[in-house]
């Protein structure tokens, strides 16, 4: 009894380890044609891979191809600025006298000549820099002096209200002197006067029958006649440092901070000297140039040359990105 059980246990065995091997086969290829089925996306997938690393070959091109665009635009619009400046100094200069009063604002002044007469006020002058200047070939560094112009009392040509005077470039040794006269001023108020250290004094001229007569002494002044533009304050770049009015440090033309420096209104007319009559015997402060009001530290022709540099490297990697994909067809 127990060895026709086994008999039949082994015949038992045998049918299935057969069926097994006949369905592996069958399993793995449908194993095969479900996952096949499953992930329909593989291939279209590889190909929008493919389109991109192809668009991405004309991408510099595309990118330098603007930049050459923008320079043309840059270049229309400096043009533009250039005539602008140019006519407005050529127009009829204004006269800043006791009878005009300016209610205009800066941005129809920038740019025009005017005259005005009044006294400088060198006691506030105001020192910008550094700023270099090239003589000969030799580079000697130094400041713009800019200064408060005043109304002369009973002149009617002087102007009505003050203004900042840009008056040209300067050696460094001016505001070395500057700078040691206005120590020695300050230590002199700093100082007691004779009447206060003596008592008597002072108590005999209270005592005194005599009376003090006070005569208010008004300085006689020449009026200067300045002939300027009106300008604007400067737009410092990122690697100007910021001004320091405490210690005197004035690294660009702020017009409001200087005007608060030197106690004038916030709406004070700022003008840069281009008188060309200059003293041979007193030749600074050096006026500005009237040229180099018309001209840019970027003219029209280098926004020319920028565009055909930059539409070059456009056409240069726009041909490397066709050769590329040339070869990749070959290859296939």
């Known amino acids: 009894m127990l060895a026709h059980l086994r008999r039949a246990a082994a015949a038992c065995g045998g049918a299935t380890s057969d069926h097994f091997l006949a369905v592996r086969p069958f399993s793995s ?38 930049l050459g665009t923008w320079q043309i635009i840059r270049r229309e619009e400096k043009i533009k600025m250039l005539e ?44 910008v820099g550094p700023r270099s200047r090239s003589i000969s070939g030799v580079t000697e560094n130094g400041y713009y002096i800019i200064t408060p112009l005043m109304p002369v009392p009973n002149c009617p040509d002087s102007v ?37 250290t003596d008592g008597t004094k002072s108590w005999w001229r209270f005592w005194s029958k005599k009376p003090v007569i006070i005569e208010d002494h008004v300085p006689s002044v020449t009026p200067v006649e300045v002939v300027g533009v009106v300008r604007g304050s400067e737009k410092p770049s990122i690697f100007v440092p910021a001004n320091d009015p405490e210690s005197c440090q004035w690294f660009y033309v702020d017009v409001l901070g200087i005007a608060r420096a030197c106690g004038l209104p916030e709406n004070t007319i700022y003008v840069e000297d281009i008188n060309e009559n200059i003293n041979p015997s007193n030749p ?24 055909l540099t930059w539409y070059s490297l456009s056409a240069a990697v726009t041909f490397m990105a066709f050769k590329r994909l040339r070869q990749k067809n070959k290859r296939r």
């Not at 329909?40 to 389109?51: A, C, D, G, M, V």
């Not at 407005?88 to 740019?111: G, H, T, V």
């Open 284 to 307: 600074y402060p050096v006026p500005k140039d009237v040229n180099a009001l018309i001209r840019s530290s970027v003219m029209p022709r280098d926004h020319l040359n920028y565009t």
């Open 29 to 66: 290829a449908a194993a095969v044609s479900s996952v096949s089925n499953s992930d329909p996306t593989l291939p279209s997938s590889s190909e929008s891979q493919r389109k991109a690393s192809r668009w991405l070959l004309f991408l510099p091109g595309a990118i330098t191809f603007g």
């Open 84 to 127: 602008y400046r140019e006519n407005r100094l050529q127009m009829e200069p204004l006269k800043f006298s006791s009878a005009y009063s300016s209610n205009e604002e800066l941005d129809s002044l920038e740019f025009r000549k005017v005259v005005c007469k009044g006294y400088f006020d060198d006691k506030k002058s105001i020192y």
């Open 160 to 196: 009505s209200f003050p203004i900042l005077v840009n008056r040209g470039w300067v050696p460094r040794s001016w505001k070395d002197k500057f700078l040691e006269a206005s120590q020695d001023e300050n230590l002199a108020d700093a100082l007691p006067s004779p009447s206060h």
